[in-house]
């Protein structure tokens, strides 16, 4: 008889994986995973035996927190993180940096990747975002010197739009020095005087993605923030700039809240030296940011003053039209072009078409530019694009293009006995090109 067959008994192995929400991260604030010292550094993803370690990520979460409800822009509608700082009180400043998964997986976060920091839990009444960055393709993103200030929880959100993704979350001590950003500024009392502030220690803070700066303005930044308990008439100067910057005026702290740009200033070296402007604030708090153009940080001087109420010839505001010059911005004393009117064409018809061509102040490129006293001409340094024996300022017509354009200016004002004397004063830069003389540069002026 044949041996019947036998059975075998072969060992299954079976390897379960528990994820606990520790590992998960949680999208509430009651079961927001706790970071209760720093440093603090999640765990990174591997993949090995005898068991492997997930480390971070947003799936298995709820997409409970968007654009609508919390800070941090369009990237919001995939599942989020959350964690909440127990940390002791010493500790009144962080730094965040969120990188990829790590070995097994991609290095590189997720391409839409933000991480946000709020005063409170994220989207109940009060609760206030304190600080956000968006991926914008790199491998990482830092979120530095975050103030824990003004007491209550604080909370650290992970969030991205579409697929969720693996992360490893990294935070830090950090640096906040009065001045760094608006939520801890340099709190200035009228008059001020500063000789000399400086960009150097602080950080890239306020840029293109958060604020009204341009693209190319990418060095660090300085805070000064004044509060007024009535309308006033504010001056102010930044001046002796050591290399090029940007001033921006702003009516509330950018990031926190959406501020409104009300200047905005850049100061190119070596040709400009100084920012200078007048301008009728309501009470409230505001801020001026001065920024470096580039990673070479700048030193200045500055003063901002209040104006005496009695005579405020220059600001846009007052009550009693008697105490006010008659011909309200005509030395462009408001750094606008309120009260005037313009044109822009060729050479053959510089009134052609309606409208300005402006752009920033000191700006080379526009056409009707308002320029500030401390800056010289581009073509001829010697020259300042300011009178001497005038005012603050002045406007440019034209620029150094080619290509045959004119533009034009208007100002219209009723001359009585009271104003029968007024003064021009200009100065003309003109190339000598070879054409013909009915096609050579001309400027003129026309009373009438």
Known sequence: M?????????????????????LWGQNICGTAIPINALPYVSPN????????????????????????????GTNLQGEDALFVLNLPPAVNCISIRLDGSGIGFSPNLNASASVSVFRGCPGDAGSQCIGSVQNTGQAFIRLNNIKLSGGGNFYIMIDGAGACFPYRLNVQPGNCPDGG????PLNVTLPFESVPGTTAGFGNDYNANNSCFDVATTGNDVV??????KES??????ENFTSSATVLLSNACPIITAPACLRLAPCLSPLCRTVMGEITLPAGDYYFIIKSQSNTDVQFSSTIRVLNPDNLTDCPSCNDQDNCTSCRNSGFEKMTFEGWTARFGSTFNPGLTPGFRSGNFN???????????GNFDTLIPALPVVPPDGGDYAVRLGNCNNNAQGEQLVYTFLVDSSNTNFIYRYAVVLENPNHTPDQQPFFSIDVK
């Open 224 to 229: 000064y923030k004044i509060s007024l308990d």
């Open 363 to 373: 700006n080379g490129l526009s056409r009707h530019t308002i320029v500030t006293r």
């Open 2 to 22: 044949a041996n019947a067959p036998q059975l075998r008994c072969l060992p299954i192995w079976v390897l379960l994986l528990l994820i606990t929400p520790e």
């Open 181 to 184: 950003k608006c939520d801890f």
């Open 45 to 72: 993803h591997t993949l090995g035996f005898p068991a492997p370690n997930p480390g971070l990520s947003t799936c298995g979460t709820v997409n409970d927190y968007n654009s609508i409800n919390v800070c941090g």
């Open 233 to 238: 008439c504010i001056w102010y100067q930044f």
